[in-house]
């Protein structure tokens, strides 16, 4: 029977268009997952739990606070094999080590930092051009062409070329993700087209010698613009850890099209390097129970947010509005992965876990309606969205609650007051 892998595109900044060409130390602080008063210190990374933990889509890549079985671990030790290929018509250009080199050691890096050293990424390369046995346009390739295992065109065939050329020496039971990086000359340039993709959450169809499936697959094609252009993959191996699309594929205004804009990779992953939005860090298990606090009743709480570019500290605060939504409040600041926050202060979201990727799952709250944005310099990046946070003396209002952004701390942490009038609405069973 064909088995159809559920498939996540690369595609980023205008959405559907392609890119423009060109520590703190110390035990964690904060409060208990569960609100109330604040818990002792919990150091010990864990996947999310309690009633903020909303439940929701799990047929398909979602913002689901559990991400459902059949993605790849997301914290830990995490262990990718990496191919290389070209085609009779595009040899590569390069060597092997090369555009190798163009992706690690910076994507284990990259992900180090994010994870507050919470994952542990590493990558073994076949540092060899497998080349296919057809030129490049006899494969059929294109945006959104899917994994058919029934077919001899298509990433199918791609896919079993590989595994022809390398199952006799590869055990693939020993890995978590698989990586294909396609030489950069095959096919147009990701300027003019997005291709690269990832094939994640279910089987493809096709097993291995081991009999294991050739699933979370990573297929990268062309170059990418902009000074970490590394980050595709990091997009694309984060669908491999069960997070979606952000940015908007259907009908609306181009400011809809990114509605995070540049505060997560995930929406727009061109341009400048970006950090992951904090439910995305408690989601992929890289935040301590100590580091999360859930406003689940109603009150009066103030307390102090510490930036996502610094480890330690309270990272998220949710404050659930239904089984399936919730508002999110996180600090953000320049740092190591944060390159171009120009308006420090208190990013606020709006979450929906039943909203599948590119439909728009998570909204950014504009601080600033209306403003042309403080980062304008790089056309890969929303501007409209780059001056979003709160900042001192300014108050977001939602339903059922009130954010007043007290200010930043001589530490750098910022403070907040929230008052919730009512607990969420029509919660069911808390998930």
């Not at 595109?9 to 520590?23: E, I, N």
Request: charged share 20%.
């Amino acid at each position: 029977m064909k088995t159809l892998a559920i498939v996540v595109m690369a595609v980023t900044t205008l959405a559907m268009t392609s890119p423009v060409p060109a520590g703190r130390g110390g035990p964690d602080r904060g409060a208990g997952a569960q609100g109330g008063p604040p818990a002792l210190a919990d150091t010990g990374a864990r996947p999310p739990s309690g009633p903020c933990a909303l439940p929701g889509a799990t047929d398909n890549v979602s913002e689901t606070a559990l991400t459902p079985p059949g993605y790849a671990p997301s914290s830990g030790v995490v262990r990718a094999i990496t191919f290389l290929i070209d085609f009779p018509d595009a040899p590569a250009k390069v060597t092997p080590q090369e555009r190798y080199a163009e992706f690690f050691p910076a994507v284990a890096d990259y992900y180090r930092t994010s994870s507050y050293g919470r994952l542990d990424y590493r990558s073994t390369p076949v540092l060899r051009w497998i080349r296919m046995s057809r030129p490049y346009p006899a494969y059929g390739i294109e945006r959104g062409t899917p994994f058919d295992a029934s077919s001899d065109d298509g990433y199918a065939a791609l896919s079993a070329e590989i595994l022809d050329a390398v199952d006799d020496t590869v055990d693939f039971r020993r890995y978590d993700l698989i990586n294909v990086l396609v030489t950069p000359d095959a096919g147009p340039p990701a300027t003019e087209d997005v291709r690269s993709v990832t094939f994640a959450g279910t089987p493809t169809g096709l097993t291995t010698a081991e009999g294991t499936s050739f699933m979370n697959v990573s297929f990268i094609w062309s170059r990418q613009t902009g000074d970490s252009p590394f980050r595709v993959l990091n997009h694309e191996n984060a669908h491999s850890f069960g997070l979606p699309d952000l940015y908007y594929t259907g009908r609306g205004s181009a400011l809809l099209k990114t509605p995070v804009g540049h505060w997560d990779p995930m929406d727009e992953d061109w341009g400048p390097s970006e950090d992951f939005l904090a439910w995305h860090k408690w989601k992929l298990g890289w935040l301590a129970p100590a580091q999360v606090r859930c406003l689940d009743r109603p009150g009066d709480r103030s307390f102090a947010l510490t930036p996502t570019s610094v480890p330690g500290g309270l990272k998220l605060a949710v404050l659930p509005v239904s089984r399936h939504t919730a508002i999110t409040l996180e600090a953000r600041a320049p740092g190591p992965l944060d390159h171009v926050v120009c308006r420090p202060g208190v990013l606020v979201t709006a979450v929906t876990t039943t909203m599948y990727t590119g439909s728009g799952p998570v909204r950014v709250a504009d601080a600033t309606p209306g403003s042309r944005g403080c980062y304008t310099s790089d056309l890969n990046v929303n501007a409209a969205l780059s001056d979003a946070p709160y900042a001192a003396g300014q108050t977001y209002t939602g339903p059922g609650v009130t954010v007043d952004v007290l200010g930043a701390t001589d530490g750098g942490d910022w403070r907040v007051r929230v008052r919730t009038v009512r607990p969420r609405a029509s919660a069911g069973g808390r998930g």
